[in-house]
């Protein structure tokens, strides 16, 4: 087969780390990174860029925190003045007025900034050479911080994530820096936010190695801690240096009753499980309405603003309502409701075109299940030291690691959030069985459900054998040159001294691709005296046919067992191409996905 290779129509090509159609709006100085490095070793400069980066995501975070703020006032205050006639329903028609806004923001200028960001942030990583627009940080911060403003039930942290990873990516591209770099800019990027917004160095480094990068490489390691660090002490310079979720010192009980921890992460698990598919289920539903993109955005902020109106617990973010649960100052009923009404009113406002993420309602979700366990159990057995305040804490991080399937993020996350070392035990015993259970009932996480319902397999791209990580549709070899089938050999012989190929491909009468033949076999049976023979009768008798979404192990693996040197590639019973063994040797050699 010819050796060159071209991504199929559905895939996004990527060579040598960069967009083939990328284009810039200033211009890269890939001087700069070289003359830096001539200076200084590159390991030292990879660490300041990590500290610019650090700095910029930090600032972010600060700024994009208090634009929430201050649309919150807008809405809330100002906006209920102005709709003060209406009475107590003067609330329902906020969400309803910001998700119209951000729908149109978003559909017109970026429509990545949709949905909750960390997912996107993965896509750019795994099928786009870690390029993110540079109109993403503007579009996204401005319709989060509407959608959340006005009441909309999603979380500030996939946001911040999506906005630090994009300037991480911006800054990498402006210094010309190859993907494997531009890579670790990304999740220094989305680090530096979440250590940012939680006050949670640590937090921040595990999030962007496990879930962004799902990778704990050391070579990623240093430069993501780096800028956490330098992001999480900007943000204390701001919101102040305490935890997150200011708590008080919790009982755990004694070792006897650890037991509860077992059932806990057993509830958080399903819960998780029940989480993602509600969240896609509702996106599906709205989906299928073939109503105008602002039609879907208004009915979704009309249900939110009417159970507002009589819960507005489930307005925004809601971490006050998280901090309640925390201590322990909610009533069991109340709790029940509001896990139920949060887990709808975030897929509402998601799936009707807000832009916001999912991490926060989990932890929001978490403290209403882990606190109504905890207020059953405590009645059940009062003297068994279970406190519901340290259960909601608990079950926070099992919601988060269940849904997100990233079990060391949410232990090393809400121990820092928290500050609390004797939850420590209680907390590793959730996070663990509740990321079993749900990765048992749900290959895909919250984040990677979205990118698989695309036809975006990130398990499979970051498989550190890269013949595991390209499909075969990727790595089909252009058509440069087609015979007909009942073409004659010597013509077909007149076509090949023609032209540098060394194969074309065969159609029949009708167009249809039904094999491949090589040069040096149109020769051959030129020189053998068949020059009258049709080409057609070139072709094996069996040609054996390969699924585009087939990996290069699996071609390869069934090439050795028919001892053929290609095989037919199809797109359900449709034949799309031919790959051949020197097609598979050359996607491995450029396709940098280790």
């Not at 040598?16 to 200033?26: I, K, Q």
């Not at 608990?394 to 997100?404: D, H, K, P, R, T």
């Not at 290959?443 to 550190?464: C, F, H, N, W």
Request: charged share 15%; net charge positive.
């Amino acid at each position: 087969m010819n050796s060159s290779t071209a991504a199929n129509a559905q895939a996004h090509t990527v060579t040598a780390g960069r967009s083939p159609n990328r284009r810039h709006w200033f211009t890269p100085r890939s001087g700069l990174h070289t003359w830096l490095t001539h200076l200084l070793p590159e390991s030292l400069v990879l660490l300041l860029y990590a500290v610019l980066i650090g700095v910029v995501g930090g600032l972010g975070a600060v700024v994009f925190r208090k634009l929430i703020n201050f649309l919150t006032s807008v809405f809330f205050t100002q906006g209920t003045n102005w709709l003060h006639f209406l009475g107590r329903a003067d609330v329902v028609i906020l969400p309803a007025v910001g998700l119209v806004a951000v729908s149109c923001l978003v559909k017109y200028f970026a429509p990545e900034a949709k949905g909750h960001g960390v997912p996107e942030v993965m896509a750019a990583i795994a099928e786009n050479g870690s390029i993110i627009r540079g109109r993403v940080v503007v579009v996204k911060t401005i319709a989060s911080a509407l959608t959340i403003g006005s009441g909309g039930s999603v979380g500030r942290e996939g946001p911040i994530v999506q906005i630090g990873s994009a300037f991480g990516s911006l800054f990498g591209q402006y210094l010309g820096l190859p993907e494997r770099y531009l890579r670790l800019m990304v999740a220094c990027g989305a680090g530096a936010g979440i250590a940012a917004t939680f006050n949670a160095p640590v937090g921040g480094v595990m999030f962007a190695t496990e879930v962004i990068l799902g990778s704990f490489a050391l070579q990623n390691f240093t430069a993501i801690v780096i800028s956490s660090v330098v992001s999480a002490a900007i943000g204390r310079v701001f919101f102040g240096d305490q935890q997150a979720f200011p708590i008080p010192m919790y009982q755990m009980g004694h070792f006897g009753v650890y037991w509860v921890y077992v059932i806990l992460g057993l509830l958080t698990g399903l819960w998780s499980y029940v989480y993602i598919r509600t969240l896609y289920r509702v996106e599906d539903w709205f989906d299928a309405r073939k109503w105008p993109f602002w039609g879907k955005a208004l009915a979704a902020g009309l249900v939110v603003g009417v159970v507002g109106m009589w819960f507005p617990q489930v307005f925004g973010v809601g971490y006050p309502t998280v901090d309640l649960a925390l201590q322990n100052h909610m009533a069991l009923w109340l709790m029940c409701v509001l896990l139920v009404l949060k887990l709808l009113m975030t897929s509402v406002t998601i799936a009707g075109g807000g832009s916001g993420g999912v991490f926060s309602p989990g932890l929001y979700m978490g403290s209403m299940l882990g606190g109504a366990v905890g207020i059953v159990l405590y009645r059940l057995m009062p003297h068994a030291g279970i406190s519901p305040g340290a259960m909601a804490a608990i079950a926070m991080a099992g919601v988060f690691a269940g849904s997100a399937q990233a079990p060391v993020t949410a232990i090393m996350m809400l121990f820092e959030m928290t500050g609390d070392y004797s939850i420590i035990l209680p907390l590793m015993i959730t996070a663990v069985l509740a990321t079993t259970v749900t990765s048992s009932l749900s290959k895909e996480s919250i984040y990677t459900m979205k990118l698989v319902r695309r036809g975006l397999d990130i398990a499979r791209r970051r498989q550190p054998d890269r013949m595991r990580a390209v499909y075969v549709g990727e790595a089909v070899a252009a058509e440069r040159m087609s015979l007909p089938a009942e073409m004659a050999v010597k013509q077909a012989w007149e076509r090949f001294s023609k032209s540098q190929e060394w194969f074309a491909w065969v159609r029949d009468a009708q167009g249809r691709l039904i094999g491949s033949v090589a040069r040096a076999q149109v020769l051959e049976a030129l020189t053998d005296g068949r020059s009258q023979q049709l080409v057609k009768d070139l072709l094996p008798k069996v040609i054996h046919r390969v699924d585009e979404r087939a990996t290069l192990a699996e071609a390869l693996d069934q090439m050795n067992r028919h001892d053929v040197t290609y095989l037919l590639v199809c797109r359900g019973d449709t034949a799309v191409g031919v790959i051949g063994s020197s097609d598979i040797v050359h996607a491995y050699k450029n396709n940098d996905l280790a």
